[in-house]
């Protein structure tokens, strides 16, 4: 039985990149732990069988030590302690979406589209304050406008039809493409902005919570706006060490609660529990989201910010919990890759310029039904 030479070291980074358990590989490779120390070297089809279990070109296990790969986009990010090891998840999902942005580019160019007037169209020199209404104005994310919603969760959705109307594609998803195995992380990243002209784009870790996913879509935007590429982790709690992630946080914060109104609303003596459930009703933001507020206005001490946020944040987990049920698939594939790069990739493959097996890639399906049926849920006669 002919073996393959690769360096032991090779094993362990493509078992720590994938983030996978050792015992759980061991039990589909059980020469593992040799194979990492070099006892023991694999056939090719093992090395194979482990490159795809591991999401990692089999390329990469015939070099002489493990790669250093880089964010392919500037990387904002900070997590407390220091960047993470750079996941094949988090890099599949950015390469998967610089691709989707550059055909729809390349589409939306054939179909006449002109550029976008507010990418790029500000500098962090702007106070936060006015970038925020220069978005609110533009996308018509007004708190008027979210009080005709009965929920936030609702204005969550309208936010996000709201930038896509404007232009944007956003895509929120909590696994890569489709694969229900290979879930996100949300101590990894929160999302990120791929700033264009044409075809500027925003991913949203669909795995975060639903409070953050809102915070994440305004600092995305907010990066937009400065006309931008970045991955962020955009946390609503914490401080950044970047100048820009400080200043993005500010306007997502401003363009969610304006100030002005968010003091106006507030009542002296009323109980923080039942200012929050008011608040919540009339800005129809999260209650985390107003935790914060109450933070940068003074409302409340950092000590006492911080314990009603943990505590709030355990709440709405529990709730979460408690609501099961994995909603309409195609509807879930429409969210995932947004329903303005969804509506241009169909209707480009039925009428011929785009190939369906390159559709199916972009998409993340297998078989002609399915996409097929996506077209129905998308309005098309296929």
């Not at 070297?41 to 795809?52: D, G, H």
């Not at 589409?107 to 589209?113: L, S, Y």
């Not at 209404?133 to 936030?152: D, H, N």
Request: net charge neutral.
């Amino acid at each position: 039985m002919t073996r393959v030479s690769v360096q032991p070291a090779l094993f362990t980074w493509a078992r720590q990149r994938a983030r996978l358990d050792m015992a759980a590989l061991a039990a589909r490779f059980p020469h593992l732990a040799q194979w990492e120390t070099g006892e023991v070297q694999p056939t090719l089809r093992q090395l194979e069988q482990f490159a795809q279990a591991t999401h990692a070109p089999v390329g990469y296990f015939f070099l002489p030590a493990p790669p250093q790969e880089a964010v392919p986009i500037p990387d904002f990010r900070t997590m407390g302690q220091g960047v993470p090891r750079l996941s094949a998840d988090l890099l599949d999902v950015i390469y998967t979406c610089l691709n989707r942005q550059a055909w729809y580019r390349d589409e939306a160019m054939v179909n006449g589209e002109t550029p976008l007037s507010f990418i790029g169209s500000t500098t962090l020199a702007t106070p936060p304050a006015e970038v925020a209404e220069a978005i609110r104005q533009k996308l018509g994310f007004s708190v008027e406008a979210r009080r005709e919603c009965p929920t936030w969760a609702d204005a969550l959705r309208m936010f996000i039809a709201q930038a896509e109307q404007a232009g944007m594609m956003v895509m929120v998803s909590g696994v890569v493409l489709n694969n229900n195995t290979r879930l996100l992380d949300p101590q990894e990243f929160r999302g990120f902005a791929l700033a264009d002209a044409i075809a500027p784009l925003v991913f949203i870790n669909g795995a975060d919570s639903k409070a953050a996913q809102m915070f994440t879509l305004a600092h995305e935007l907010a990066h937009l706006w400065l006309g931008q590429t970045a991955l962020s982790d955009a946390a609503m709690a914490q401080a950044s060490d970047h100048a820009t992630e400080t200043w993005c946080n500010q306007v997502a914060a401003e363009l969610l609660v304006p100030q002005a109104d968010f003091r106006a609303a507030l009542r002296r003596d009323e109980a923080l529990d039942v200012a929050l459930q008011r608040l919540a009703r009339h800005f129809k933001v999260s209650t985390l989201v107003l935790l914060r507020r109450m933070l940068d206005v003074g409302w409340l001490d950092r000590d006492a910010f911080w314990r009603a946020y943990r505590a709030e944040e355990a709440r709405l987990q529990a709730l979460a919990a408690r609501t099961t049920g994995g909603g309409d698939f195609y509807r879930t594939t429409v969210a995932r890759v947004s329903k303005r790069f969804a509506q241009t990739l169909v209707a480009s493959t039925l009428e011929g310029r785009t190939l369906y097996r390159d559709a199916f890639r972009m998409l993340g399906i297998a078989k002609p039904g399915t996409f097929n049926e996506l077209g129905r849920t998308l309005g098309f006669p296929t």
